[in-house]
């Protein structure tokens, strides 16, 4: 049950650091808020490891460092391809088939893996990926038909989020927050490297064509930029995917991969409720149906 309601806990809060990343997007452009997200990550997390008594020459292994470090390099990718499914577009298609994706890999590998579960809790894995589709389904007017690149790049971005919650529970259970440190500074030094790239290549196209910057880079429609704003809500997209991820190692380290995958996959609910609140945004009908899907999964998942 503790794995269940870690996984869930996650999910909403990482929900919340997407829901702050997103409104950073608004000041600052996508790619600057993940990198400063990702780097506030990193101090996040060795601030955790220090404040709970964490010992690097116990801890830090070669397999946690490792496998960390490696989980760190494909969610670097994981998020450059999500971004660029997102910006293809339709997100009301491709950001749910994304999801779904990163919730079903996880599943394979645990049940090719010899997983076995109660006959309640694999009816609750079908409930909950319907509902990981129907939480992430988005409202977009004049929705188009995806086009096989941006079909592709949901897919890729999925696959490569699953294959980043394999690698992290394959890490030792002793390891603690250390493959985390490692993943998100190798997922930061990656994330550089493709910032300073774009910032490059769109100069250059810009000095070309003489015209403003692309909007999707930068932000809004007049690509103004609001620092001060734009970097707290970065640093706290950052605390918030910190915070979000201990909940998920927690499920890892005393559940199955399978269900706490499926719980964090549900991270859409987290965003969607924040902006419900705060930002008075209506859920969708389908939206409303995923929600009550998904908690009626969580209790079969919790008490099966």
């Known amino acids: 049950m503790l794995a269940v309601v870690f996984g869930l806990a996650g ?5 919340g650091a997407d829901f702050f990343g997103g409104l950073g997007s608004k000041h600052l452009g996508s790619m600057r808020v993940t990198w400063l997200s990702m780097m506030t990550g990193v101090v996040g997390f060795f ?4 404040l709970s008594g964490g010992s690097w020459l116990t801890q830090a292994s070669p397999a946690a460092l490792a496998l960390g470090g490696i989980s760190g390099f494909v969610l670097a990718f994981a998020i450059v391809f999500l971004y660029a499914s997102l910006a293809l577009g339709p997100m009301s298609i491709l950001s749910p088939l994304g999801a779904l994706t990163a919730a079903v890999v996880p599943v394979i590998w645990d049940f090719a893996g010899g997983t076995q579960l109660t006959l309640l809790r694999y009816v609750a894995l079908g409930l909950a990926l319907v509902a990981v589709v129907l939480v992430a ?3 977009e007017e004049r929705a188009r038909r995806p086009g096989i ?6 897919v890729l ?18 390891s603690g927050v250390v493959p985390f440190i490692a993943s998100r500074s190798v997922a930061s030094l990656v994330l550089t490297a493709v910032l300073g790239f774009s910032a ?3 100069w250059l196209q810009r000095r070309r064509r003489k015209g403003s910057p692309r909007a999707d880079i930068v932000v809004g429609d007049r690509g103004e930029i609001n620092w001060r704003v734009g970097i707290w809500l970065a640093i706290a997209s950052g605390l918030a995917e910190t915070a979000g991820d201990i909940f998920v190692i927690a499920g890892l380290r005393i559940g199955e991969l399978s269900i706490v995958a499926v719980m964090t ?3 859409p609910a987290g965003t969607i409720l924040l902006a419900t609140l705060f930002l008075k945004e209506r859920l969708t009908v389908l939206q409303g149906i995923g929600l009550l899907l998904a908690i009626a999964a969580t ?6």
Not at 47 to 50: E, K, N, R
Not at 149 to 154: D, E, S
């Open 200 to 202: 490059v290549w769109f």
């Open 137 to 139: 389904v988005v409202r």
């Open 47 to 50: 601030l955790f490891f220090l």
């Open 149 to 154: 690149r941006g079909i592709a790049f949901a």
């Open 157 to 174: 971005a999925g696959m490569l989020i699953g294959s980043y919650m394999i690698l992290i529970s394959l890490t030792p259970h002793d």
């Open 11 to 15: 999910a909403i809060v990482l929900g």
């Open 265 to 267: 996959a549900m991270y």
């Open 299 to 304: 209790a079969m998942l919790a008490f099966g």
